[in-house]
């Protein structure tokens, strides 16, 4: 009978199911489909890929914009359907091509990671980006710095130095990854706790206490009885306007 909790195990990470007692990494991305992802591409329903700006090409997970004409500020994102607290996520990406025309400046070889996200089904048709804590994903240029897995807080507020920033962007401490270079970003999340950025396996930034932004109006209907804790919620991928690719999407429950 020593078999048995073996196999129950196995079942419980490959069904994702979030109570896995030994930390591995599982994969959310399959490298065959879009299985366990839902697209919500502001402008269209949920559930409907756009142009199909999310797809899967040669075992990659690809962010594409060979059906539109112009950007038009269509920002997507593709959630995946797993509520998590205390997990690592890791992904492996990078950038290629060009930038779609009409994107914004800011937006060249910038894509991002969006974690303890808000449910996908309580967003506004119009709405630009979910509620969530951005990890922040950049390609350098020719020449001089620019860090990647970054902070962004759409709708949030983190604590740094013990002290609440209300800034929307924080830069790491990271290299510069110039060209379509492979770049592994890992980041440890504990609930409401705290949060730790690592690329290529270095510690480049680390914060706590993430919470909702009681001056955002789609963070306010979010708030549940005053409680600006943020300790859970769904994770997705961004489109920005410039083509990004993944190799792997990955997840290790912590307890």
């Avoid at 504990?190 to 690329?199: A, L, P, Q, T, Y």
Wanted: hydrophobic share 35%.
């Amino acid at each position: 009978m020593q078999f048995i909790p073996k196999i129950i195990t196995v079942l419980v990470f490959t069904m994702l199911a979030g109570f896995a007692k030994s930390a591995e990494w599982v994969p959310l991305f399959n490298g065959k489909n879009l299985e366990g992802w839902t697209p919500k591409i502001k402008g269209q329903p949920l559930g409907k890929n756009f142009k199909n700006t999310f797809r899967v090409e040669d075992g990659l997970l690809k962010v594409g914009y060979k059906g539109y004409e112009e950007f038009g500020e269509q920002f997507g994102h593709i959630f995946h359907k797993l509520k998590v607290s205390h997990y690592r996520i890791a992904v492996e990406y990078r950038f290629v091509g060009d930038q779609l025309k009409g994107g914004p400046g800011w937006a060249w070889r910038n894509s991002g990671i969006m974690l303890h996200c808000q449910d996908p089904k309580t967003i506004r048709l119009d709405q630009d980006f979910p509620v969530s804590i951005e990890v922040q994903l950049l390609g350098g240029k020719e020449k001089g710095n620019r860090t990647t897995a970054n902070l962004c807080t759409p709708g949030t507020n983190v604590v740094m130095d013990g002290k609440l920033e209300t800034r929307h962007c924080f830069s790491s401490t990271s290299k510069t990854f110039r060209g379509d270079q492979w770049v592994r970003v890992e980041v440890e999340v504990r609930g409401g706790e705290s949060i730790k950025h690592f690329v290529n396996g270095e510690e480049v930034m680390s914060y706590f206490k993430p919470q909702y932004d009681p001056r955002d109006e789609d963070a306010k209907k979010l708030v549940d009885g005053g409680n600006l804790s943020l300790k859970e919620g769904y994770i997705s991928l961004q489109s920005e306007s410039h083509p990004v690719e993944y190799r792997k999407v990955e997840l290790m429950v912590l307890k």
